[in-house]
């Protein structure tokens, strides 16, 4: 029976009511906008922007950190009479500033991932229009993405600087390009890396742990065999043994391709030749690390 208007009554306690709910009759933007936000979003929450001012703190000084060594720099080589090009090399420079770089991967890459595994929001994703696929391909992109500024930004402070100081152009463009290519190729591989270490846990903790261990572990760990290998005479181990740290592979094939000085122990590092396996075994982290993170979402269920 009606009762008034837009209701109807089944008793004297019970009604429905229309509330006025309407279709959605806007455009449909499909995957690559889901995929194209994803990024967006999570290249943003890498350097804490549109969240917390706490969670702007740490990515914003090792971004601060990173520019204000390449502008000391820049000040030294000019302010120092005589000085005709830079005292570092680009391709040298985020060998050095390792520690800051890996600092910032293990804080924001379980930022990155390992909040939407602990509160199991990651199937929330998958009921919309986006493929486990969409999800790793962004993830991956926005993580590199971050790296790259990091590591990039300070570079461009560097060459900018160089030509202000008036220092042959032809070198330093030569210079520059080499190392953007060097912070671009370690980008992508820690990236991988970083973001399967944090995948792989959903507590926080010890994702940053993980990939602590991953990226400095390893590197003291080849350069003291290095070193033993150089005291005991055995130059011919030292330039393998570099395939076992991530530093040390980008290294390599910066040495070996990107005209960079060496940091292995005697100067010496991978000729062509081995510089060519150092490519393909970074290659293949990257193509590894992408197959871990599909199988690892593969089994986050609806």
């Known amino acids: 029976m009606s009762t008034e208007t837009g209701a109807v009554s089944g008793s004297e306690t019970s009604r429905i009511h229309n509330i006025g709910y309407r ?3 806007g455009k449909r933007l499909g995957r690559s906008y889901a995929r194209r936000s994803l990024y967006s ?3 943003r929450g890498s350097f804490g922007l549109g969240r917390s001012a706490k969670s702007k703190v740490l990515p914003m000084l090792l971004f601060g950190v990173m520019c204000m060594v ?4 820049v000040a030294v080589a000019i302010a120092a009479p005589g000085t005709t090009a830079l005292p570092i090399k680009y391709t040298a420079f985020a060998i050095y500033l390792q520690a800051v770089i890996g600092l910032f991967l293990a ?3 379980p930022q990155s991932v390992s909040r939407d595994l602990r509160f199991k929001s990651v199937p929330l994703y998958f009921s919309r229009p986006i493929e486990r696929a969409d999800y790793v391909v962004a993830k991956l992109a926005a993580m590199a993405s971050a790296l790259f500024i990091l590591t990039g930004a300070p570079l461009v402070i560097l060459y900018v600087g160089a030509l202000l100081g008036k220092f042959d152009f032809a070198e330093q463009t030569k210079g520059f390009g080499q190392g953007l290519v060097s912070v671009a190729l370690l980008s992508v591989l820690f990236a991988g890396l970083g973001l399967v270490m944090a995948a792989l846990t959903p507590r926080r903790g010890f994702g940053v742990a993980a990939v602590i261990a991953v990226l400095t572990i390893s590197f003291g760990a080849v350069s003291t065999v290095q070193a033993i290998a150089w005291q005991t005479g055995s130059t011919g181990a030292i330039e393998w043994l570099g395939l076992f740290s991530p530093i040390t592979l980008i290294g390599g094939v910066q040495t070996a391709f990107l ?4 940091a292995f122990p005697g100067g010496e590092g991978p000729g062509v030749g081995a510089g060519v396996v150092y490519l393909i075994v970074v ?6 690390s992408y197959a871990v993170l599909m199988r690892r979402y593969r089994r986050v269920g609806l």
Request: zero cysteines; a negative charge; hydrophobic letters at 55%.
């Open 259 to 262: 005209g960079a000085t060496s």
């Open 23 to 25: 279709s959605y009759d």
């Open 283 to 288: 290659l293949a982290l990257v193509a590894g």
């Open 70 to 73: 390449a502008a000391i720099i």
């Open 41 to 43: 979003q999570s290249l």
């Open 107 to 109: 804080a924001q890459a």
